[in-house]
């Protein structure tokens, strides 16, 4: 057998064997196994079936194991096939149509075909790789995670997983491979980012620290709101800020 590398396609192929125009692929000469006294054919070879009539060998479609000779339908497919409009196919998700030798030929809209199967387009993507199924520039606003594009992380500069922020900028905190703005007047955050305890003059509200009014006894921390002047003061103008 002689095969052009080249061009992927077989130019010569093994005695009893020989191309096929279409396929390029090697196909046997003889079909014939084995023959009775009468030198009639009674047992093909693999991929053929005996027409018990005429004493034939009769080439089986393609992933056919069993086939009615005289409709030249196929009964039983291999194992690993199935039945469908198209013959005999290796079933593949997200698959449109199929070539004669039961492999996706065509994926479904936001598919593209990869090694016989529909792999995802991927999207958010600038510039694609081998194929569509692999991105090597993402879109502004996202970043590049084993070929797939990732919204960014505010204030993430390096990540180690596809969403999970490893380092993040000089102003933000790295809690949990997300990144929190620092607050200057925070004096410890918990795992969400919100501020549990603030310096002087402050106080958590709404997770940040916000200015303290002296002249404020109560404030309403869902509506930033002061609720409770101290005697003299009225409520007008007390609000985070």
Same mark, same amino acid.
């Given at each position: 057998?002689v ?9 010569l ?10 396929s390029?692929?090697?196909?046997k ?26 004493l034939?060998?009769?080439?089986l ?15 039983? +497919? &291999? *194992? ?6 198209f013959? #005999?196919?290796?079933?593949? $998700? %997200? !698959? ?27 999207t ?9 199924a692999?991105c ?12 797939q594009?990732?919204r ?5 500069l390096?990540y180690?997983?596809?969403?999970f922020c490893?380092? +993040? &900028? *000089?102003q ?6 997300? #990144?929190?703005?620092?607050? $200057? %007047? !925070? ?13 002087g003059g402050?106080i ?11 002249f404020c ?12 002047a ?12």
């Open positions: 057998m095969y052009n590398f080249t061009q992927m396609i077989c130019t192929c093994e005695e009893g064997y020989a191309v096929n125009a279409v390029r692929v090697c196909e000469k003889v079909t014939c196994l084995s023959r009775g006294s009468n030198n009639l054919c009674n047992a093909c070879f693999t991929g053929y079936q005996l027409d018990t009539v005429n034939v060998c009769v080439k479609p393609p992933n056919c194991v069993s086939m009615d000779v005289n409709r030249n339908l196929c009964l039983k +497919c &291999s *194992s690993l096939t199935s039945f469908s409009s013959g #005999c196919i290796f079933p593949t $998700s %997200n !698959c449109v149509t199929y070539n004669s030798y039961g492999r996706c030929q065509t994926c479904a809209i936001g598919y593209v075909e990869v090694n016989r199967f529909c792999q995802p387009v991927v958010n993507c600038q510039t694609f790789g081998s194929s569509q692999v090597s520039v993402c879109n502004q606003g996202y970043h590049l995670y084993q070929g594009c990732y960014d992380v505010e204030g993430c390096s180690s997983e596809k969403r490893s380092h +993040c &900028s *000089s933000y905190l790295t809690i949990n491979g997300s #990144c929190f703005k620092q607050d $200057s %007047n !925070c004096l410890a955050q918990d795992i969400s980012g919100a501020c549990l305890g603030c310096q402050f958590a509200a709404q997770g940040k620290c916000v200015y303290y009014d002296p006894m109560q404030y309403d921390a869902n509506s930033s709101q002061c609720i409770r101290a005697g003299g003061f009225n409520l007008e103008g007390f609000t985070f800020t």
